[in-house]
Nanobody, 127 residues
Framework: AVQPMESGGGSVQAGGSLTLSCEVS????????MAWFRQAPGMQREGIAR????????YADSVKGRFTISKDLTKPTLGYLQMNDLKPEDSGTYYC????????????????????WGKGTPVTISS
């Protein structure tokens, strides 16, 4: 079975940085679309970053310029989310999601497009 697994969550102070990792096991093709979503307590899950096979990226306005999504050049099923200048409102559970082959849905980062989901990793930013 295809299963994304996140790691790297934790607690940092505002202004700090964290890097999340996502490894998608059980996926054999070289093309894959990966994305990161987050969900704060009591809030809906929101898509924040997406990377397509070949590298094109999309970011939510809330993280643009602070977060960077990437994939390992030699292992396309391994992805990262570099988060800088973190703010308390960035706190929540971060989920990795994957879609087979190529990203669909234009420039949106929509939950409905993603079939494979990780279980999430918590991120807490203190002020």
């Amino acid at each position: 079975a295809v299963q994304p697994m996140e790691s790297g969550g934790g607690s940092v102070q505002a202004g700090g940085s964290l890097t999340l990792s996502c490894e998608v096991s059980g996926y054999t093709a070289s093309q894959i679309c990966m994305a990161w979503f987050r969900q704060a307590p009591g809030m809906q899950r929101e898509g924040i970053a997406r990377i397509d096979h070949g590298g094109p990226t999309v970011y939510a306005d809330s993280v643009k310029g602070r977060f960077t999504i990437s994939k390992d050049l030699t292992k396309p099923t391994l992805g990262y989310l570099q988060m800088n200048d973190l703010k308390p409102e960035d706190s929540g559970t971060y989920y990795c999601a994957a879609e087979a082959l190529y990203c669909t849905g234009g420039s949106s980062i929509s939950e409905a497009r993603f079939v494979y989901w990780g279980k999430g990793t918590p991120v807490t930013i203190s002020s």
